[in-house]
Every structure is written in structure tokens, then in C-alpha cells.
């Protein structure tokens, strides 16, 4: 489709292994970020990149956390040795510099 | 994906006025919730709605969770300057075990003071 499109929709995970999310952004839009939204609470920043520019990690709750992102498209945002505070919906957005930002529906973490 | 109706998509009045958008939706939903976007920053949450028919404020704000959990609207009062931005409707659509996070299209607003 022509959205932001993020997979899985839905994880359910044992405490202690490694997850990753993917994120696939709108074409042609070169920044993109991910979120994560506890439900309640506002949505919290994680990592932001632009371009080839050094990405902007300064969200990441810990170094279990950890996105990269190939070619300026698609990226993947990895968690290690998960945790049950890790459980949260990880959204994925992608906009031109300055612009509207577009986000994704989301991947469901459940960490049990 | 799928998407939320959000209107109006733009609005441009005077400080001190009313203002007031809503979103609709052929799907029902838990969940509604409402984002306010400024240029250059992320969406920050401005009110959560979990049930049919829930009023709730945030100072200036209040916004509504439809009786038949298919729409929710917002209003602002008496706006000001600052209240300038994107608004944004997002429903979660908790159906079977496909939890997803449908978005509007968003509602920009201008103030002139």
C-alpha cells in the first residue's frame, strides 16, 4: 500500500528473548521515526533518522534497544532480552524533512 | 491501510474562537485518542478516551468517545495563538487478536491572533 506499513501487527514474546519490528516507511521520505505508546501514557520518542545522517538515539530507554536502518528505506528496531515493561505498541512514521509526519498502525508487543 | 475520517482537514480562524473537529469511522473501536503535532516535533497525546460516551477535558480541551463507538470529536475553546498545529484522531480497533492503531489524516489549524 502506500501508508507506512509496519509488521508484525501483533508479537506476543517470552520475557528474555530478542524481538525485532519491523518498518516500512512511505517511498521517498527520508526521515523516519519510532515510537512507543504505553496505553494511558503519552507517546514516547525513540530514534529518529534523516538521510545519511547519524541517527538520533537519544530516546532509547536502554541498550537493549537498538534500530538500524538499510539503504534509507526499511528499518528494524531490535530489543534484547526483553522485559515485561518493554509490552507497548512500537509505532513506525516516515515524513519529507519538515513535513506531516505519516504513521503506521503499529506492532503490538506483549512480553509475558 | 486503513484510515479514519478527519474533518475538517484545515482550519483558520480567530484568537478567541471555537473550534471543533471530528472523526468518523465505519469500524467500532475501544479506544480513541487525540494528538496535537507542531512543526518539526511528534505527536503529543492530548486526551484518551476508553468508553462509549466518555466526555473528558484537558483544560481547554474536550473531546467526546461516540455512543456508537464509531466517532469521537474534539473541541477547543476560546484558542489561542499557541494552539496552532496538527490535530490528530487515532482509534485502536482491538478486533479479535489484530490490535492496530488506525490514524486520521489529521486537522490543521491556524490562529490568527
Known amino acids: ?112 | 491501510g486503513q484510515q479514519l475520517n478527519q474533518s475538517p482537514q484545515s482550519m483558520f480562524i480567530q484568537e478567541g474562537e471555537d473550534v471543533s473537529m471530528n472523526c468518523t469511522s465505519s469500524s467500532i473501536f475501544n479506544t480513541w485518542l487525540w494528538y496535537k503535532q507542531e512543526p518539526g516535533e511528534g505527536p503529543v497525546l492530548l486526551i484518551a478516551l476508553y468508553k462509549a460516551g466518555e466526555l473528558t477535558s484537558n483544560g481547554r480541551l474536550t473531546a467526546q468517545f461516540g455512543i456508537t463507538r464509531k466517532d469521537s470529536f474534539l473541541n477547543i475553546s476560546a484558542s489561542i495563538p499557541s494552539d496552532v498545529g496538527i490535530y490528530f484522531c487515532a482509534g485502536i480497533d482491538n478486533a479479535g487478536n489484530n490490535r492496530k492503531l488506525i490514524w486520521g489524516l489529521g486537522t490543521s489549524l491556524a490562529v490568527n491572533p
Do not use: M
Open chain 1, 1 to 112: 500500500g502506500a501508508g507506512v506499513s509496519q509488521s508484525p501487527s501483533n508479537k506476543v514474546t517470552e520475557k528474555g528473548k530478542d524481538v525485532e519490528l519491523r518498518c516500512d516507511p512511505i517511498s521517498g521520505h527520508t526521515a523516519l521515526y519510532w515510537y512507543r505508546q504505553s496505553l494511558g501514557q503519552g507517546l514516547e520518542f525513540l530514534i529518529y533518522f534523516q538521510g545519511n545522517s547519524a541517527p538520533d538515539k537519544s530516546g532509547l530507554p536502554s541498550d537493549r534497544f537498538s534500530a538500524e536502518r538499510t539503504g534509507g528505506s526499511v528499518s528494524t528496531l531490535t530489543i534484547q532480552r526483553t522485559q515485561q515493561e518493554d509490552s507497548a505498541v512500537y509505532l513506525c512514521a516516515s515524513s519529507f524533512v519538515g513535513n506531516t509526519i505519516y504513521f503506521g498502525e503499529g506492532s503490538w508487543l506483549t512480553v509475558v
